[in-house]
């Protein structure tokens, strides 16, 4: 099992550029997460998906969009990238419906110049 | 809105002491709390999980509890290492989807 993947580690984007961040899992989970990190503000989530076919904003979406491809894979887009967008984004699933435990990805790090 | 706050931000012990970290939340309507760990340049490891009916969670060298009624939650480290040297995240689960994350306590344990 390999669990949560993530695709590309790093990239590097310039102003006004687009790009598809890719997160898949292998565990047969039902929701998956997308959260961005920043320096000293802990893990924000931008975007979920509670099950197929369902998305759903979360703290902070503006300047993004999400895919549910298909139980395994959950992607997301930056349109337009800009400097604010400079993060490291981790996905995550769960599949247990009582403890809701996150089971997350190794990350991408992501640099807009 | 749920906030979750970690003090302090770092701390640095020597090897074998024993250390708390502490989680503390705003909205104590709570369904669990994680804590995870993070390595330098990798993602969260979960540790321990403890449901709101709970009291604590064990694992190995490492106890987690749960005050629901203060907002407040601890991570209690037994005889530290310097393997344990990463940064530490509590999170909150408020709605059973979605979590809340303070913002880390850094731990260096020195040889």
């Known amino acids: 099992n390999a669990g949560v993947t993530q695709t590309p580690k790093f990239q590097v984007l310039k102003t006004g550029q687009s790009m598809t961040l890719q997160c898949a899992q292998d565990m047969n989970h039902n929701s998956m997460y997308w959260y961005r990190q920043d320096p000293g503000m802990g893990l924000r989530l931008i975007y979920y998906?509670?099950?197929?076919?369902?998305?759903d904003k979360g703290e902070v979406p503006n300047g993004y969009n999400v895919s549910r491809l298909n139980k395994r894979e959950f992607s997301l887009r930056l349109e337009s990238a800009a400097p604010s967008q400079t993060s490291v984004y981790f996905c995550?699933?769960?599949?247990?419906?009582?403890?809701?435990?996150?089971?997350f990805g190794p990350g991408t790090r992501l640099t807009v110049t | 809105k749920q906030e979750v706050t970690q003090i302090p931000a770092a701390l640095s012990v020597p090897e074998g002491e024993n250390l708390v970290l502490n989680c503390s939340f705003t909205d104590s309507a709570i369904y669990n709390l994680q804590w995870f760990r993070q390595d330098p340049g990798k993602g969260l490891t979960s540790l321990l999980l403890?449901?709101?009916?709970?009291r604590e969670q064990t694992s190995g060298r490492l106890n987690a509890s749960l005050d629901k009624s203060s907002g407040r939650s601890t991570l209690y480290i037994a005889a530290s290492q310097p393997g344990d040297s990463a940064t530490y995240l509590c999170a909150v689960n408020n709605a059973g989807n979605m979590l809340t994350f303070g913002g880390g306590t850094r731990l260096m344990v020195k040889p």
């Open positions: 998906s509670a099950s197929e076919g369902t998305t």
């Open positions: 995550a699933s769960t599949g247990d419906l009582v403890s809701y435990e996150q089971y």
């Open positions: 403890i449901q709101s009916s709970q």
